[in-house]
């Protein structure tokens, strides 16, 4: 049945382009020609539309219409040409449609993050292109509802059905510890919902796939998507994947206080470090400090100069020594 529309749907728009070429003095058969195409790459487009992304689809329709429109200069431009009008050279115009049209499409699909921009201006206001989906671990972390409650993530921000499915599987555990923490990321969901009006549910799913992560990722190349996530192995198979992610881990990391190697500060050594005489100290929000010489000042408050600091998404890590050293 969706062939036998596909066709009806080609031919109508072979009469369409005959009716407008009539309407414009145009050669009718010309323009049964470009509206015969035409409902070809439409059908083509329509085909190909669920296998790839939204901006890649929305480029490919930009780019169909502006080859149409240089199309037609074109071939009004040589229409005034005396010696291109003899009826040998009746194929030259719709020559001139199919490669303005490919081209067209092809130029658009390359350059596509230059045509469509990363945002966009709707109502006067900017406004993100991208849209954001929320996998499991950064719903459970919770720290990403109080990031988009404060107005710093904009767009649309988008839970998959498959994510809340695999929330009420964690949630149903006969484990405590992962029941809890199913049951917070629920909560967590909730409450987004009740706050922030860009949340939406998709109920767009990848059964052929039975990994969330897999799914999250196909989810996110199809609407053009970045995932948001605190996941060090999903945020490495995404950037090998050219997904764009926003790790809120990286977030948490750039916002911790800077040291600078020379500077003082005041610690408590909580513990015994690996190494050999070191002491192990923490910041108030939970960086670790390895202190050189401060295993006998557990339990003690002691000046610290700052040698060096190493940061990686795993987090942060200060090396010291005692100041007196």
């Known amino acids: 049945m969706v062939i036998v529309l596909r066709i009806i749907f080609i031919l109508v728009s072979s009469l ?40 890649d ?41 199919i490669i303005c049209m490919y081209f067209g499409m092809v130029m658009a ?35 990403v509802a109080d990031i988009i409650e404060l107005g710093f993530m904009d767009g649309d921000i988008i839970i998959p059905k498959f994510v809340v499915h695999e929330l009420q599987m964690i949630a149903d555990s006969p484990d405590t510890l992962k029941r809890n ?60 994947e050219k997904i764009q992610v926003l790790n809120i881990n990286d977030l948490s990391n750039g916002l911790k206080p ?10 408590k050594i909580i513990k015994e470090g690996k190494e050999n005489n070191q002491g192990i100290a923490y910041l108030e929000d939970g960086t670790m400090i390895v202190v050189d010489n401060a295993k006998h000042s557990i339990n003690k408050e002691i000046d610290v100069m700052i040698t060096s600091a190493i940061q990686t998404s795993a987090g942060r890590m200060i090396f010291a020594k005692k100041r007196e050293d």
């Open 16 to 55: 369409v382009g005959f009716l407008i070429a009539d309407g414009f003095g145009a050669p009718q058969y010309k323009g049964a020609i470009v509206g015969f195409f035409s409902g070809i790459a439409i059908v083509v487009l329509d085909i190909f539309s669920g296998k790839i992304s939204v901006k």
């Open 181 to 240: 923490r199913g049951r917070r990321g629920l909560d967590i969901v909730a409450r987004m919902q009740k706050t922030t009006p860009s949340i939406r549910i998709t109920e767009e799913d990848f059964p052929e796939l039975r990994n969330v992560d897999e799914k999250l990722l196909k989810l996110a190349k199809k609407i053009g998507g970045k995932v948001v996530t605190n996941d060090f192995n999903l945020n490495k198979v995404a950037s090998v």
């Open 109 to 143: 699909l390359k350059k596509k993050d230059e045509l469509l921009g990363l945002r966009s201006f709707v109502g006067g206001k900017e406004k993100s292109a991208y849209s954001k989906i929320l996998d499991t671990s950064v719903i459970i972390d919770g720290r």
């Open 258 to 267: 800077q040291v600078i190697p020379g500077e003082y500060m005041r610690v």
């Open 57 to 97: 689809l929305s480029a490919l329709l930009i780019g169909l219409i502006l080859g149409l429109v240089v199309a037609a200069l074109f071939a009004y431009g040589f229409a005034q040409i005396p010696a291109l009008q003899q009826p040998k050279n009746a194929y030259i115009p719709l020559i001139i449609y």
